[in-house]
Nanobody
């Protein structure tokens, strides 16, 4: 299995930016589809973005389109999430997740399809 560690969370004012990183170990991340999910207090974990193993295709939840960008560096075994124009509703714990490529259709955004998870990083957005 691949182990994932997120970093880059913190406190930012509304309109600000953060860059989250997901570092992998144990296996090469280049054979995995990687996603970012978030969970606000009292709410269910929700899909944010995902990227194919090659990085050619990406997918975003509607509320972050045009503001967030997911990218990957397979040589560095890392996936990043650049978050711009942050809003208070973007706050929560952000989780990186990975699933072996080719098992699920890329359009599947279900958290249950991801078998490897990081511990999460907190993002707080002040208004």
């Amino acid at each position: 299995q691949v182990q994932l560690v997120e970093s880059g969370g913190g406190l930012v004012q509304a309109g600000g930016s953060l860059r989250l990183s997901c570092a992998a170990s144990g296996r090469t991340l280049g054979t995995y589809t990687v996603g970012w999910f978030r969970q606000a207090p009292g709410k269910e974990r929700e899909f944010v973005a995902q990227i194919t193993q090659s990085g050619i295709s990406t997918s975003y939840t509607e509320s972050v389109k045009g503001r967030f960008t997911i990218s990957r560096d397979n040589a560095a075994n890392m996936v990043s999430l650049q978050m711009n124009s942050l809003k208070p509703e973007d706050a929560g714990v952000y989780y990186c997740a990975a699933r072996p490529s080719g098992i699920y259709n890329f359009r599947n955004r279900n958290a249950a399809s991801y078998e490897n998870w990081g511990q999460g990083t907190q993002v707080t957005v002040s208004s």
